[in-house]
C-alpha cells in the first residue's frame, strides 16, 4: 500500500496566520491527491481534490499544490473556523490511504 | 442534495459479525459516475478505506481486513450494506460510508459522507 506522511502532526497559529500542511507519498502518485478538512465529532470534509482543484463552495483562502511525491495544503489568513484536523489522501493505487492527520489548534 | 445515513448496531460482541447499512437520499445509488465506500476511522489506525460497491453489484476490498468483508447493494431500497465477521477489539471504531466520483466522470474522492456510527466490539 502507498504511505501517505503527513507534517507537522500538530500545529499552533495565530488568526491571520498563513499554514502550510505536508503530505508526503512513499512512491510517485501524479495528482492524485486529496484534502479534507474534520472537525471534532462530524465526518471528514473534501476541501481539494486532484492536488489543486478547490471544492465549489470552500473558502478561496484554502489552495493546495504539488505533484509526484510532495504536496501542500495552504491555508491563508486563518479564520477561527479553520480549526480542525487535516487529512491528505491518495488515489493513484488501491486501497486509497490517508494521511496520520494534521491537527490545526489556535495559539 | 444527496445525503447518506448509517445504521446499524452499535454494540457488537467478539467473533460475531458486525452489520451496517448506509442509505442513500436525495439521488440514486444506480449511477455509472459513483462508487459507494465505506470508510472507518479509530485512535489507533486513523483513516481506514474498508471497500467499496458499484450499483452492479461490483465490489473491491481493502486485503487489510483479511478477506472478512462482504459489501453489498440494494438498489430497490437505495441502499448499500457492510458486513465484518470475526470482529474482535480491533474493529472498534466510527464507521462512515461516502461517494466517490469514479476518475474521468466526476471527482475521484469521497464528496459526501455520512454522519459515521460507533461501533465497539466488547462482551
Not at chain 1, 9 to 30: F, K, P
Not at chain 1, 70 to 99: M, R, V
Not at chain 2, 54 to 60: D, K, L, P, Q, V
Request: glycine share 10%; charged share 15%; hydrophobic share 30%.
Amino acid at each position: 500500500d502507498i504511505q501517505m506522511t503527513q507534517s507537522p502532526s500538530s500545529l499552533s497559529a495565530s488568526i491571520g496566520d498563513r499554514v502550510t500542511i505536508t503530505c508526503q507519498a512513499s512512491q510517485d502518485i501524479n495528482t492524485y491527491l486529496n484534502w479534507y478538512q474534520q472537525k471534532s465529532g462530524k465526518a471528514p470534509k473534501l476541501l481539494v481534490y486532484g492536488a489543486s482543484n478547490l471544492k465549489t463552495g470552500v473558502p478561496s483562502r484554502f489552495s493546495g499544490s504539488g505533484a509526484g511525491t510532495h504536496f501542500t495544503l495552504t491555508i491563508n489568513s486563518l479564520q477561527p473556523e479553520d480549526i480542525a484536523t487535516y487529512y491528505c489522501q491518495q488515489y493513484d493505487t488501491l486501497p486509497p490511504t490517508f494521511g496520520q492527520g494534521t491537527r490545526l489548534e489556535i495559539k | 442534495q444527496v445525503q447518506l445515513q448509517e445504521s446499524g448496531p452499535g454494540l457488537v460482541k467478539p467473533s460475531q459479525t458486525l452489520s451496517l447499512t448506509c442509505t442513500v437520499s436525495g439521488g440514486s445509488i444506480n449511477s455509472d459516475d459513483y462508487y459507494w465506500n465505506w470508510i472507518r476511522q479509530s485512535p489507533g489506525k486513523g483513516l481506514e478505506w474498508i471497500g467499496y460497491i458499484f450499483y452492479t453489484g461490483s465490489s473491491y476490498d481493502n486485503s487489510s481486513l483479511k478477506s472478512r468483508v462482504t459489501i453489498s447493494v440494494d438498489t430497490s431500497k437505495n441502499q448499500f450494506s457492510l458486513k465484518v465477521n470475526s470482529v474482535t477489539a480491533a474493529d472498534t471504531a466510527v464507521y462512515y460510508c461516502a461517494r466517490s466520483g469514479i476518475a474521468g466522470t466526476t471527482t475521484p474522492a469521497f464528496d459526501i459522507w455520512g454522519p459515521g456510527t460507533v461501533v465497539t466490539v466488547s462482551s
